[in-house]
């Protein structure tokens, strides 16, 4: 039986080649990235300069000219310096330290190798991978480098020397080789190599065609009628309610939703004022539709004692005194006159015990 401090070394081992595993594979599709944008930007820099130093005439003289700088170390030069931002280390570094790979190819290999990326990138610093490679040995990718993933994914580290090859699928696609259909998608087409998943109808959980009579099993929300079909289930049906008694239930394909009743209902079975189970506090029911009640208009006083106003709102009313009056122990009596100019200018300390004038009084579902 191994010791707890093997088990120790063993397990902080193999997190270790774990760990450099996949700080290899993130550093090489990193080296590929750049190795590729730099050829790429080669390839700008040189339509750049192409007309450079030409002045667009038809003289021997010119042709020579330009003849000379296609080919020069100066326009070599010029491409190289225009390659990477001056803040990109990865890229700066790759062109330096393969400086005289560049030259090889431009002086004796651009003929006869005049793509860029596969000579260098791939044949030569061995970065990249052709597309569908993946691995150090740019090794063909599931399903093979001109379908990678039979086309139905991506394959781990394509065009790279990094990954594993493992196919993930695109959505609707499962599989070691991408050719089988996840749960609501059904083979419109299957064959060793080729695979098209189709969605089914949204009835169906599992599906052999594209409509509600095809499916397998019905999704939650959906039930199987007489014919064998998938049609919506109305929850909004049941004899109880799904929604809480403050709301109504409305229902949508394969579900439902709870929508709150109108403010002047007690219960409802829809929206608006005219679809209540009951009317709440100060409304009442008018050919079907629950309307305001206006207790300032009923034949007992709402607001009882001399010198009181009503006023109607929505639901409820409110109660306050007259002009000229204030409230005062519950009762609305005259607001005294402002004492006079020689009586200001020495107060009573009893005035400061004078009462303010109350807020109206307000009602509220009644």
């Known amino acids: 039986m191994l010791s707890i401090g093997a088990v120790v070394t063993l397990y902080c081992a193999a997190t270790f080649i774990l760990n450099t595993a996949y700080t290899e594979g993130k550093d090489l599709k990193e080296s590929c990235s750049t190795c590729r944008q730099i050829t ?27 003849s000379k700088y296609e080919t020069s170390e100066i326009r070599l030069v010029e491409i190289l310096e225009g390659l990477c931002d001056s803040s990109s280390f990865e890229c700066n570094h790759m062109v330096e330290e393969h400086e005289e790979q560049f030259e090889t190819w431009w002086f004796k290999r651009k003929t006869k190798h005049p793509d ?25 990718c599931v399903g093979g480098s001109e379908r990678p993933c039979h086309g139905n994914g991506a394959c781990d580290g394509d065009g790279t020397r990094a990954g594993h090859g493992k196919c993930s699928c695109n959505h609707g696609y499962q599989g070691e ?30 599906c052999t065609g594209s409509t509600n009579q095809d499916c397998n099993e019905c999704k939650p929300g959906w039930e199987e009628n007489e014919e064998g079909a998938c049609i919506d289930l109305d929850e909004c049906s049941k004899e109880q309610s799904p929604c809480k008694e403050d709301q109504y239930c409305l229902n949508t394909e394969g579900s439902h939703s709870c929508k709150a009743c109108d403010k002047v209902c007690t219960g ?21 539709t629950c309307t305001d009640i206006d207790e300032c208009e009923q034949a007992d006083p709402a607001c009882p004692g001399e010198h009181r106003e009503c006023v109607n709102t929505k639901g409820s009313y409110k109660c306050f005194c007259s002009s000229g009056f204030e409230e005062q122990d519950g009762v609305c009596v005259q607001t005294p006159e402002p004492a006079s100019d020689e009586s200001q200018e020495e107060p009573d300390s009893k005035d400061t015990d004078t009462p303010m004038p109350k807020h109206p009084e307000e009602h509220e579902d009644l």
């Open 268 to 288: 409802c079975t829809g929206a608006g004022p005219n679809h209540c189970l009951a009317c709440a506090d100060g409304y009442r029911d008018e050919e079907g």
């Open 116 to 140: 860029l990326f596969k000579w260098f990138c791939i044949d030569t610093i061995k970065v990249c991978c052709p597309k569908g490679g993946f691995g150090p040995d740019c090794n063909a």
């Open 40 to 66: 790429d930007n080669f390839s700008k820099g040189f339509d750049r300069t192409a007309k450079k130093n030409f002045g667009g005439g038809n003289t021997a003289w010119e042709e020579r000219k330009l």
């Open 177 to 206: 080789f991408c050719l089988d259909c996840i749960d609501g998608y059904f083979n419109e087409e299957r064959n060793n190599t080729f695979s098209k998943c189709t969605e089914c109808h949204a009835s169906c959980k599992t």
